[in-house]
Protein backbone atom coordinates (compact mmCIF):
# COMPACT_ATOMS: atom_id res chain seq x y z
CA UNK A 1 0.00 0.00 0.00
CA UNK A 2 0.93 3.71 -0.72
CA UNK A 3 -0.23 6.41 1.81
CA UNK A 4 1.30 9.60 2.88
CA UNK A 5 1.83 10.23 6.26
CA UNK A 6 0.82 13.73 6.96
CA UNK A 7 0.97 15.93 10.12
CA UNK A 8 0.27 19.84 10.34
CA UNK A 9 0.85 22.35 13.02
CA UNK A 10 -1.15 25.44 13.80
CA UNK A 11 -1.81 28.48 15.97
CA UNK A 12 -3.82 26.68 17.81
CA UNK A 13 -6.69 24.31 17.60
CA UNK A 14 -9.77 27.04 17.07
CA UNK A 15 -11.04 27.91 12.86
CA UNK A 16 -9.77 31.33 13.56
CA UNK A 17 -5.87 29.63 13.77
CA UNK A 18 -3.63 29.21 10.78
CA UNK A 19 -1.54 26.64 9.59
CA UNK A 20 2.03 27.10 9.91
CA UNK A 21 3.83 24.26 8.90
CA UNK A 22 3.21 21.42 6.54
CA UNK A 23 5.42 18.00 6.43
CA UNK A 24 4.02 14.73 4.27
CA UNK A 25 5.95 11.68 4.41
CA UNK A 26 5.51 8.48 1.41
CA UNK A 27 5.37 5.50 2.54
CA UNK A 28 5.06 2.45 0.06
CA UNK A 29 4.84 -0.80 2.24
CA UNK A 30 5.99 -2.61 -0.37
CA UNK A 31 9.89 -1.22 0.05
CA UNK A 32 10.15 -0.34 3.83
CA UNK A 33 13.39 1.93 3.16
CA UNK A 34 14.57 3.73 6.80
CA UNK A 35 12.37 6.12 7.66
CA UNK A 36 14.81 9.13 7.61
CA UNK A 37 15.50 8.19 4.08
CA UNK A 38 11.38 8.48 2.81
CA UNK A 39 10.43 11.17 0.23
CA UNK A 40 9.20 13.37 2.70
CA UNK A 41 7.95 17.40 1.85
CA UNK A 42 7.97 20.01 4.37
CA UNK A 43 7.12 24.03 4.41
CA UNK A 44 6.83 26.25 7.30
CA UNK A 45 4.23 29.15 6.44
CA UNK A 46 4.14 32.63 7.21
CA UNK A 47 1.15 33.58 8.53
CA UNK A 48 2.34 37.20 8.86
CA UNK A 49 2.43 39.78 11.96
CA UNK A 50 -1.48 39.56 12.28
CA UNK A 51 -2.26 36.18 12.72
CA UNK A 52 -4.11 34.75 15.35
CA UNK A 53 -2.80 32.89 18.27
CA UNK A 54 -4.07 30.71 21.02
CA UNK A 55 -1.28 31.36 23.83
CA UNK A 56 -0.75 27.52 24.50
CA UNK A 57 -0.11 27.09 20.68
CA UNK A 58 2.36 30.23 21.22
CA UNK A 59 4.33 28.71 23.88
CA UNK A 60 4.99 25.65 22.66
CA UNK A 61 6.08 27.04 19.10
CA UNK A 62 8.48 29.39 21.20
CA UNK A 63 9.81 26.82 22.36
CA UNK A 64 10.32 24.49 19.40
CA UNK A 65 11.29 26.76 17.40
CA UNK A 66 8.65 27.24 14.87
CA UNK A 67 7.15 30.70 16.02
CA UNK A 68 10.87 31.96 14.92
CA UNK A 69 11.01 30.01 11.51
CA UNK A 70 7.38 31.25 10.45
CA UNK A 71 8.59 35.04 9.96
CA UNK A 72 12.07 34.47 9.45
CA UNK A 73 11.87 31.06 6.58
CA UNK A 74 8.04 30.73 6.01
CA UNK A 75 6.70 31.05 2.35
CA UNK A 76 3.22 32.04 1.03
CA UNK A 77 0.55 29.64 1.32
CA UNK A 78 0.03 29.83 -2.03
CA UNK A 79 3.80 28.19 -2.52
CA UNK A 80 3.74 25.84 -0.03
CA UNK A 81 0.22 24.08 -1.59
CA UNK A 82 1.99 24.60 -5.03
CA UNK A 83 5.22 23.05 -3.70
CA UNK A 84 2.71 20.07 -2.25
CA UNK A 85 1.05 19.38 -4.79
CA UNK A 86 4.06 18.90 -6.89
CA UNK A 87 5.66 16.74 -4.56
CA UNK A 88 2.52 14.45 -4.43
CA UNK A 89 2.16 14.15 -8.16
CA UNK A 90 6.01 13.35 -8.20
CA UNK A 91 5.42 10.50 -5.59
CA UNK A 92 2.07 9.37 -7.58
CA UNK A 93 2.74 10.28 -11.27
CA UNK A 94 -1.11 11.73 -11.98
CA UNK A 95 -3.77 10.81 -9.31
CA UNK A 96 -7.56 11.45 -9.14
CA UNK A 97 -8.95 14.00 -6.82
CA UNK A 98 -9.19 12.41 -3.63
CA UNK A 99 -7.41 9.55 -4.31
CA UNK A 100 -4.10 9.75 -1.86
CA UNK A 101 -4.34 7.57 1.37
CA UNK A 102 -3.62 9.80 4.26
CA UNK A 103 -1.75 8.28 7.26
CA UNK A 104 -1.77 10.71 10.50
CA UNK A 105 -2.98 11.30 14.08
CA UNK A 106 -6.14 12.92 14.02
CA UNK A 107 -5.48 13.87 10.65
CA UNK A 108 -9.27 13.57 9.34
CA UNK A 109 -10.61 15.30 12.49
CA UNK A 110 -8.01 18.24 12.69
CA UNK A 111 -5.31 18.34 10.03
CA UNK A 112 -7.28 18.40 6.93
CA UNK A 113 -9.82 21.15 8.27
CA UNK A 114 -6.60 23.54 8.04
CA UNK A 115 -5.04 22.11 4.34
CA UNK A 116 -6.04 24.69 1.62
CA UNK A 117 -7.84 23.42 -1.90
CA UNK A 118 -6.36 21.70 -3.74
CA UNK A 119 -3.95 20.28 -1.52
CA UNK A 120 -7.21 19.41 0.69
CA UNK A 121 -8.79 17.74 -1.61
CA UNK A 122 -5.86 14.86 -2.89
CA UNK A 123 -6.69 12.98 -0.36
CA UNK A 124 -9.12 10.14 0.17
CA UNK A 125 -12.39 10.54 2.48
CA UNK A 126 -10.84 7.53 4.39
CA UNK A 127 -7.67 8.17 6.33
CA UNK A 128 -5.58 6.19 8.85
CA UNK A 129 -5.49 7.06 12.26
CA UNK A 130 -2.92 5.45 14.22
CA UNK A 131 -4.63 6.18 17.17
CA UNK A 132 -7.83 3.82 15.97
CA UNK A 133 -5.16 1.33 15.03
CA UNK A 134 -4.22 0.62 18.34
CA UNK A 135 -7.08 1.51 20.54
CA UNK A 136 -7.28 -0.19 23.73
CA UNK A 137 -10.93 -0.35 24.90
CA UNK A 138 -10.26 -0.43 28.30
CA UNK A 139 -9.38 3.60 28.21
CA UNK A 140 -11.87 6.47 27.60
CA UNK A 141 -10.43 7.78 24.41
CA UNK A 142 -7.68 7.22 21.60
CA UNK A 143 -4.13 7.31 22.19
CA UNK A 144 -2.09 10.20 20.99
CA UNK A 145 0.86 10.06 18.68
CA UNK A 146 3.05 9.99 22.36
CA UNK A 147 1.24 7.25 23.74
CA UNK A 148 1.65 5.27 20.71
CA UNK A 149 5.51 5.08 20.79
CA UNK A 150 8.18 3.11 22.45
CA UNK A 151 10.64 4.99 24.45
CA UNK A 152 13.63 3.84 21.92
CA UNK A 153 11.71 5.19 18.71
CA UNK A 154 11.00 9.05 20.57
CA UNK A 155 11.19 10.03 23.95
CA UNK A 156 8.48 12.76 23.54
CA UNK A 157 6.24 13.79 20.52
CA UNK A 158 8.04 17.38 19.38
CA UNK A 159 5.24 18.86 17.88
CA UNK A 160 7.34 19.67 14.72
CA UNK A 161 5.13 18.33 11.26
CA UNK A 162 8.43 16.62 9.52
CA UNK A 163 8.92 14.63 12.97
CA UNK A 164 5.65 13.75 13.65
CA UNK A 165 5.04 12.52 10.28
CA UNK A 166 7.61 10.25 10.25
CA UNK A 167 6.58 8.96 13.52
CA UNK A 168 3.20 8.15 12.28
CA UNK A 169 5.15 5.73 10.25
CA UNK A 170 7.10 4.33 12.88
CA UNK A 171 3.98 3.61 14.24
CA UNK A 172 2.56 1.77 11.64
CA UNK A 173 5.34 0.08 10.89
CA UNK A 174 5.47 -1.65 14.12
CA UNK A 175 1.73 -2.71 13.79
CA UNK A 176 2.21 -4.12 10.14
CA UNK A 177 5.64 -5.05 10.56
Same mark, same amino acid.
Given at each position: ???????????GLSDKC?????????EDTSKP?????????????????????????????????????????????????????????????????????????????????FLPFPL????????? @??????????? @??????? @???????????????????????????????
Amino acid at each position: MKYVAIDTETTGLSDKCSLIEIAMVFEDTSKPDPIEELPAFHAVVNVGAGAFWEPFALQMHLDNGLYAQVATEGISMGKAVDDGMSWLSGRFGYYERGSVVAAGKNFAGFDKRFLPFPLSAAFHYRAI @DPGSVFMDFNH @DRPPGLN @DLLSADEQPDVPHRALEDARNVVRVLRRKYA
